[in-house]
């Protein structure tokens, strides 16, 4: 008998184990895409001199890395998110001093090279449990939408590879969602938004228009929780 269950156990040890580490890797891919975007997003609005959106940018950048930072619980891992945290605060901080000159795509650039090094770079240790956003509700909509639209942006482009990245980044942000608030009701609208987000993730299709349609399932979801909450 144990010669039987004990191979069979080791088994199913593995395969989840495995299961875990490609659903962290997958997360990890989504999170440094969307902080790419955000990298993006930043350099526009230092073109348009507008102080107070990069600096929402660099705030949803925080909390990004705040997610990917609970994807390990070693302090190796901790450790190497520190530079591109001290360089969204360097951007932060340049920004503060007025948005205009060289200084400040300087800084951006410096954000990107961190977040293009996020690459190479794995979680280790345990996964941690997600945790509330910092920060205002309001400001972490913001970074659902402009997810969401990012999603959108490149399934319009045909590009549904890049689009399933953007949606995998929005099932983590459902995680840190869920814990906000410990009510019923908020709870099962945080887990049908994260459904929603995971049924256009792991959708087989290749086509555009249906993608787009997983999109709209994702969007209802939202407003279901702004209908209810
Ligand atoms: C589980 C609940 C929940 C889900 C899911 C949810 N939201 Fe929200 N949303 C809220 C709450 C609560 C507020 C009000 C925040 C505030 O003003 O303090 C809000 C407000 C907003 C706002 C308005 C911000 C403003 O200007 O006042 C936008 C935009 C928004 N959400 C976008 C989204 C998008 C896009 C999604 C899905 C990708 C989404 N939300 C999913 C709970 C949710």
Redesign the pocket.
């Known amino acids: 008998m144990v010669r039987l269950v004990l191979p069979l156990l080791i088994t199913v040890a593995v395969v989840a184990s495995l299961a875990a580490q490609q659903e962290s890797t997958a997360a990890t891919a989504s999170l440094r895409k969307t902080l790419l975007s955000l990298t993006t997003q930043s350099q526009r609005w230092i073109d348009d001199n507008d102080t107070r959106s990069v600096q929402r940018i660099t705030s949803h950048m925080g909390i990004v890395i705040d997610i990917l930072a609970t994807r390990g619980d070693s302090p190796e891992w901790k450790q190497a998110l520190e530079p591109l945290r001290q360089a969204v605060k360097g951007l932060d901080a340049a920004t503060r001093q007025g948005t205009k000159g060289a200084e400040s795509t300087k800084k951006v650039e410096e954000v990107r090279k961190q977040v293009e090094a996020l690459a190479a770079m794995t979680p280790s240790g345990k996964p941690m449990p997600a945790k509330a956003p910092a920060g205002?509700?309001?400001n972490f909509?913001?970074l659902?939408?402009s997810t969401?639209y990012d999603a959108r942006t490149a399934a319009d482009e045909g590009d549904l590879k890049t689009a399933r990245l953007y949606v995998g980044s929005?099932t983590e942000f459902?995680g840190s969602?869920k814990t906000v608030k410990k009510t019923q009701v908020?709870s099962q609208?945080?887990d049908a938004?994260i459904e929603a987000t995971k049924t256009a993730a792991n959708a087989k299709t290749e086509d555009s228009k249906k993608f787009r349609e997983l999109l709209t399932a994702?969007?209802a979801?939202?407003e279901d929780?702004?209908e209810k909450?």
């Open positions: 205002v509700m309001k909509m913001y659902l939408d969401l929005l459902g969602l908020w609208s945080a938004f994702i969007r979801s939202c929780c702004h909450k």
